[in-house]
């Protein structure tokens, strides 16, 4: 029960009631009905057993007992329902009865007592109501009748099946009431329950129609609002997450920018704390790579000063202190090389160049250091011997190969060191090729980087600044190449680089420049003006092959006072750094009175400055210190055509 719909409980709930109902009703009914009949046949039976009593009664007065027999008779033609009649003598002998056959026996023993009352005797397959009567207060006798219940009956099942079919009529009619009655009551909750759950499912724009103003009008009112509230607070709520997703997405966004930043912070942390160590490891090796070649500059010196030398003792000194100068000047080129990177201070200076001299001269300047640590060397020209003659910035491009083959030198200790270059595209390609220790992989990029230096590589008594190939790769790029290796532990490395090839007509003037220069420099003046008297020396001696006159000039004002007197001058190789008048402070002198004679400034501050403030007071060309042979003779030359 538990289980069914309401329209079904209601509906068997009044189907129930209305069946009690019926058969209490249709029971109270037919009880009256059997006690009113019942009462009937007693009054008809008392009256009319009275009512021939006196005819009895005359007929016995008068011993005329066929007139008694006939009385019955009489009485039993007239009335239907009367079953039968008989009479008793005051002796309790039946003298008259209206039994067909024999008079019955049994119904004396049933009733052998004059009867006051009425009794309902059992006749087989009939049933009669007993009325005695006695006849003049008994002193005649006993009358006695039986009226039957048939008809009673009869009328009372007719009663009872009417009774039953209005029941039943009822009940049907009673059934389809209560389907109508609880279809009125649940259909609209069954509206109601469908549009709840279309709610619960999420769909708010729900509208019940109001048929009535009943509880259930009521229900679907405030179901309505419900809803309505409900589509309002849904509308604000999407809109909420509507706000909260943007919210979200935006600080999804920030997050991750957050993220790459915290990463590039994280990166820049390492890098700065990298390149702390780097340069704490830097420092320690600078200082290590700076006090050796001091120790055998200072070293020799001191041995020197000693008198009893032999010429070749004081060679082999001097040797050594060339060496170490060389080595400190390494140092020293190698640091201004870096920082002038750093300050992009660098240029390319593209001049024609025969690639196979240049590749010549680095082979023989090599081959007996190479042979010297029992290493073999080996070369290979481009093969396009017809194209040799290129526009390259020549020093950068020798710079960069004997860096290579110096490290090559350095980390190899048996095999060969080769190196060549070959044309690739429209590149230069060049190569330098060890059988040495070799590179561990992770470091094929590293080695680049300034500083950088593969741990316990380093072999004794050769460490580096770890900037070779952090100057080598600035120039490759800024030569508008790159510059790459290929390595294998234990078994060597190869050091690649690609430079754009640019090809220069061969011009017939290189073999023979350098007599020209001799020839034309003959009985020429210059002055050479430099308070450093080394420095002097050193420019003298790289000069004095070239028969030039050259004046020494110590400060500015006597480069003044020279030009006074010589009028033959043809060119001034001018130090910035002089006392009493610096060079700068000269130039714009001389700028004064003679615009035309070439002035070549000189010195060791090479900073784009520098240089700047050198062309603005008037010189013509810049040479930075310490000065490259090949590069001055290049400059006069210019100049003094
Ligand atoms: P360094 O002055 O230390 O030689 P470089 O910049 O020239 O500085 O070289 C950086 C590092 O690369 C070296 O310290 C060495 O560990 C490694 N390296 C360079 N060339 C070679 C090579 N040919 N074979 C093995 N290792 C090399």
């Not at 010195?603 to 090949?630: E, H, L, M, V, W």
Request: aromatic share 8%.
């Amino acid at each position: 029960m538990r289980n069914l719909k309401i329209k079904y409980k209601i509906a068997y709930s009044l189907i129930l009631i209305l069946i009690c109902f019926s058969i209490a009703s249709s029971t109270i009914n037919y009880l009256r009905e059997y006690r009113n009949s019942v009462e009937d046949y007693k009054i008809t039976g008392t009256s009319l057993i009275k009512n021939i009593e006196p005819y009895i009664a005359h007929h016995l007065y008068v011993s005329d007992i066929v007139g008694v027999q006939r009385t019955l008779d009489d009485i039993l033609k007239n009335n239907p329902d009367i079953l039968y009649a008989f009479i008793l003598n005051p002796e309790n002998k039946v003298i008259a009865h209206t039994f067909d056959q024999n008079f019955p026996s049994d119904l004396l023993k049933v009733n052998n007592e004059p009867l006051q009352n009425t009794e309902l005797l059992d006749f087989g397959d009939k049933t009669a109501y007993d009325f005695s009567q006695p006849i003049v207060d008994g002193k005649l006798g006993i009358i006695r009748i039986g009226i039957s219940r048939e008809r009673m009956i009869q009328s009372l099942r007719s009663n009872l099946f009417n009774i039953l079919t209005l029941i039943l009529a009822f009940i049907g009619i009673g059934i389809l009431m209560s389907f109508y009655i609880s279809k009125l009551i649940t259909n609209p909750l069954n509206d109601l329950v469908h549009s709840i759950k279309k709610i619960s499912k999420g769909n708010y724009k729900q509208t019940l129609q109001i048929k009535s103003h009943d509880e259930i009008g009521l229900l679907s009112a405030s179901f309505n609002k419900m809803c309505y509230n409900l589509q309002h607070l849904t509308k604000r709520l999407e809109d909420k997450i509507e706000a909260l997703r943007n919210k979200n997405e935006e600080y999804e966004k920030l997050n991750k920018e957050y993220k790459s930043q915290n990463e590039e912070l994280y990166k820049a942390k390492e890098k700065a704390e990298e390149s702390d160590k780097l340069k704490t490891a830097f420092l320690a090796n600078l200082s290590h790579e700076i006090r050796t070649p001091m120790n055998g500059i200072l070293g020799f010196a001191e041995l020197l000063k000693s008198k009893d030398l032999s010429a070749s003792s004081q060679e082999k000194y001097i040797s050594m202190i060339e060496e170490s100068g060389q080595r400190m000047l390494g140092l020293i080129n190698d640091l201004v090389h870096i920082s002038k990177i750093e300050a992009k201070q660098v240029e390319i200076k593209n001049e024609k160049t025969n690639l196979n001299e240049l590749l010549d001269r680095i082979y023989y300047f090599f081959k007996t250091i190479t042979e010297a640590k029992g290493l073999t060397l080996e070369y290979k020209n481009s093969t396009c011997d017809d194209e040799p003659l290129i526009l390259v910035d020549s020093d950068k491009l020798e710079g960069i190969l004997t860096n290579l083959i110096n490290n090559a030198l350095k980390y190899t200790e048996k095999g060969k060191i080769s190196f060549g270059y070959g044309k690739v595209e429209n590149k230069l390609q060049f190569w330098v090729k060890d059988t040495g220790i070799g590179i561990p992989s992770e470091m094929k990029e590293l080695v680049f980087e300034r500083f950088r230096q593969v741990k316990n590589t380093h072999l004794d008594g050769d460490e580096g600044s770890g900037l070779g190939l952090a100057i080598s790769k600035a120039h490759v790029e800024l030569m508008g190449g790159e510059i790459w290796l290929e390595s294998e532990l234990s078994k060597g490395s190869t050091f690649y680089f690609s430079i754009p090839f640019i090809n220069a007509k061969q011009e017939e003037e290189s073999s023979n420049q350098e007599d020209k220069h001799l020839k034309d420099f003959k009985d020429t003046t210059i002055i050479i003006a430099e308070d450093d008297e080394i420095n002097f020396l050193y420019l003298n001696e790289i000069l004095k092959d070239y028969h030039l006159n050259i004046l020494h000039a110590y400060n500015g004002q006597e480069v003044l006072s020279l030009l006074d007197k010589e009028k033959n001058i043809k060119l001034i190789l001018m130090d910035l750094k002089m006392p009493v008048l610096n060079g700068l402070e000269t130039t714009s002198e001389i700028r004064k009175m003679n615009k035309t004679i070439p002035i070549i400034a000189q010195t060791a501050y090479s900073s784009n400055a520098d240089r700047q403030s050198a062309f603005s007071a008037g010189c013509n060309d810049y040479i930075a210190k310490p000065i490259n042979k090949n590069d001055l003779l290049i400059k006069i030359d210019d100049f003094l055509v």
